[in-house]
């Protein structure tokens, strides 16, 4: 299969920096190639959109449900033998624990990887925290989630005097992943036509071209 050019008119790109609601549903778009220029070494991969309270979410409520100064959040994703894949990781814990501003956030990979959970955990008690939120970066509910990550949480916890922790839901159905896929989707055919440069993920691969 051969690369073919495509001629595309471009969607209006806003900065990552301004995100504001597109509409009254307070959907944010996402400027991959903000990210990018950002760049992944400099540890400040923040994305400061304005969210829209009146819409609400699934998690608001009480601000007993806060995370405070002495939760940790640790995120896992599968972990894979290709460090270039983990450290995309790395990026979203930065740019997580800047746009919530959460004290204690860690990386973790289920396995193939390290740090592990084990590990992440450990992190996490020597920074202070009194409770860890497991966060998989999972899309569905699929068998890690029910089985393998609580078993590795439950191992980790079990090693630091039983610390609590909670397995959180995987990110599943949620509207705001409609808007994701769609701002990928859009970016990729601007990059396959030749308007900008390639996103974070395939920046270097070459992959996000035209087949025929």
């Known amino acids: 299969m051969h690369p073919v050019s495509v001629s595309l008119q471009p969607?209006?790109?806003?900065?990552?920096?301004?995100?504001?609601?597109?509409?009254?549903?307070?959907r944010n778009s996402i400027d991959f190639a903000e990210l990018r220029r950002a760049g992944r070494s400099s540890g400040n991969l923040a994305m400061n959109s304005i969210q829209n309270p009146a819409r609400g979410s699934e998690t608001s409520g009480s601000e007993d449900f806060n995370v405070g100064d002495k939760d940790a959040v640790v995120i896992v994703d599968h972990g894979s033998r290709r460090q270039e894949s983990n450290l995309v990781l790395n990026d979203f814990v930065e740019m997580f624990r800047a746009r919530t501003g959460y004290k204690i956030v860690e990386p973790a990979h289920m396995e193939l990887a390290e740090p592990?959970?084990?590990?992440?955990?450990?992190?996490?008690?020597?920074?202070?925290?009194?409770?860890?939120?497991?966060?998989?970066?999972?899309?569905?509910?699929?068998?890690?989630?029910?089985?393998?990550?609580?078993?590795?949480?439950?191992?980790?916890?079990?090693?630091?005097?039983?610390?609590?922790?909670?397995v959180t839901a995987p990110l599943g159905l949620h509207e705001l992943m409609v808007d994701i896929m769609n701002d990928r989707i859009k970016y990729c055919l601007q990059h396959a036509a030749g308007n900008v440069d390639e996103c974070t993920v395939c920046a270097g691969t070459g992959k996000c071209r035209l087949y025929s």
Do not use: M
Request: contains cysteine; proline residues 10%; positive net charge.
């Open 116 to 166: 592990t959970i084990k590990d992440a955990f450990g992190k996490c008690v020597q920074q202070g925290a009194s409770r860890v939120i497991v966060s998989p970066y999972f899309l569905s509910p699929g068998r890690h989630w029910k089985q393998d990550i609580p078993a590795l949480a439950a191992e980790a916890s079990k090693e630091l005097s039983n610390i609590p922790y909670i």
């Open 11 to 26: 969607f209006p790109a806003t900065p990552a920096s301004i995100l504001v609601p597109r509409s009254a549903a307070g």
